[in-house]
């Protein structure tokens, strides 16, 4: 191999190396997102579920109610 293709693949080599550690931080910033959707996601689950409980109470109180009179 001569010397101006070792060159050659030896910057191609560095620039595929760069690419990685790009792909890399992109990663874990991706993870990091994920995560954060994740658990927004059973934040709202839960205040979905609590809104749920409360509007089947009111309804259980109002059916209550009208048999009452």
Not at 40 to 51: G, S, T
Request: hydrophobic fraction near 40%.
């Amino acid at each position: 191999m001569q010397e101006n293709e070792l060159q050659a693949l030896m910057g191609r080599f560095e620039l595929l190396i760069e690419r990685v550690e790009q792909l890399k931080r992109q990663n874990a910033l991706l993870q990091a997102q994920e995560k954060s959707w994740r658990e927004e996601r059973a934040h709202l689950i839960e205040k979905n579920e609590v809104a749920r409980r409360k509007v089947e109470s009111m309804i259980l109180r109002l059916k209550a109610l009208e048999q009452d009179s």
